[in-house]
């Protein structure tokens, strides 16, 4: 089993910036690939990013690239999503996920995830 716990979303101005971060406990953290996905009110979750075991390989949605940094402290087991430039249709709420298979397979066939935190950005 693997618990995450994401933390730091909340309200930014368009064009801000936040850190979210996804502490996990259990299982050993360096097993398990790590994603990130969004969930608008209304519509379907979505993909964000995505890192390896070892965070050497990434990859991200089109709609967040060259915005949008994943990353990963093994050592403290946890995982980070740095958003920058951030747009109002950023906002959702965002979660971590975890999985033993990189690249990740598709939502719905996860192993892990969080509870979720909440990013609203207003224009």
């Known amino acids: 089993q693997v618990q995450l716990v994401e933390s730091g979303g909340g309200l930014v101005q368009a064009g801000g910036s936040l850190r979210l971060s996804c502490a996990a406990s259990?299982?050993?953290?360096?097993?398990?690939?790590m994603g990130w996905f969004r969930q608008a009110p209304g519509k379907e979750r979505q993909f964000v990013a995505a890192?390896?075991?070892?965070?050497?390989?990434?990859y991200y949605a089109d709609s967040v690239k060259g915005r949008f940094t994943i990353s990963r402290d093994n050592a403290k087991n946890t995982a980070y999503l740095q958003m920058n430039s951030l747009k109002p249709e950023d906002t959702a709420v965002y979660y971590c996920?975890?999985?033993?298979?990189?690249?990740?397979?598709?939502?719905?066939?996860?192993?892990?995830w969080g509870q979720g935190t909440q990013v609203t950005v207003s224009s």
């Open positions: 996920a975890a999985d033993p298979v990189y690249p990740l397979p598709i939502a719905t066939m996860l192993d892990y």
């Open positions: 259990g299982r050993t953290f360096s097993s398990y690939a």
């Open positions: 890192s390896s075991w070892s965070g050497d390989r990434k």
